[in-house]
């Protein structure tokens, strides 16, 4: 098992989970679930079959990417098999494939995780785990993010994907004492787009301010705790 970084949650990931394994392997894409038939990955299966019978004769294992040929090791291999294994009789956990090796397990059961991170010979990566006193908070308080230092402006509004009207970019800028923004997110806004940007506000009346001028364009609204004040 290799040292694994550590990474404090500050808000639930996905709204629903406080632990986060990252990991990186070949068979990435083959974990996605939300392609296969009740998520039950027979297509994760279908591939460990076929490189068992590869490993078995003691043949180079390769993945086809593209144009290209992806060398896969066998603790890469092994990896893949033994989490597939555990997956099988796992629940409630969701994974989110990321480009080429990239994946991330989620889930509220932390010994899990841990579990499949000692199994994993080079897999893992990453481990993000609350702190002990924050969880409580984290799980009944939703739609909050835990800041190290108290917010000038505690309310954060993340844009979607719908075409934003570029002329709340001059009003961001001509109203700097309600909300901040960033060079890049007025920018983006003024060319009519603003997926994944986000604002902070200072009060419920702006953010209601906000929401009657661009409401169709908010895709979420979080709010900003001071982990400092946590049971004080």
């Known amino acids: 098992m290799i040292k694994l970084k550590q990474f404090e949650t500050k808000k639930l990931h996905y709204g629903k989970y406080l632990y986060k394994l990252a990991l ?6 083959w974990f996605r679930t939300e392609f296969q038939k009740g998520g039950d990955l027979k297509l994760l299966k279908t591939h460990i079959v076929k490189y068992q019978a590869v490993y078995d004769m003691g043949q180079p294992m390769f993945k086809r990417v593209y144009r290209s040929e992806l060398p896969i090791t066998i603790d890469e291999f ?14 409630d956990y969701k994974i989110r494939v990321e480009r080429w090796t990239g994946f991330c ?3 509220n059961d932390k010994d899990f995780l841990l579990n499949i991170a000692k199994l994993m010979r080079v897999s893992a990566r990453e481990f993000w785990e609350p702190k002990t006193d924050t969880i409580d908070l984290l799980l009944n308080e939703k739609n909050i993010l835990l800041v190290d230092k108290i917010p000038e402006h505690p309310i954060k509004v993340t844009f979607n994907y719908k075409k934003i009207d570029p002329a709340f970019s001059s009003w961001l800028l001509a109203n700097k004492d309600k909300s901040t923004a960033g060079e890049v997110t007025i920018s983006n806004i003024s060319h009519g787009y603003a997926s994944g940007n986000y604002v902070f506000v200072r009060d419920e009346r702006v953010l209601t301010m906000i929401q009657m001028i661009v409401g ?17």
């Open 216 to 232: 169709h364009n908010i895709q979420r609204i979080e709010r900003l705790v001071y982990s400092g004040n946590i049971d004080k």
């Open 78 to 91: 092994l990896d893949a098999k033994d989490l597939y294994h555990q997956l099988l009789d796992a629940d």
């Open 24 to 29: 990186a392997n070949p068979f990435a894409s």
């Open 105 to 107: 397990l989620y889930t």
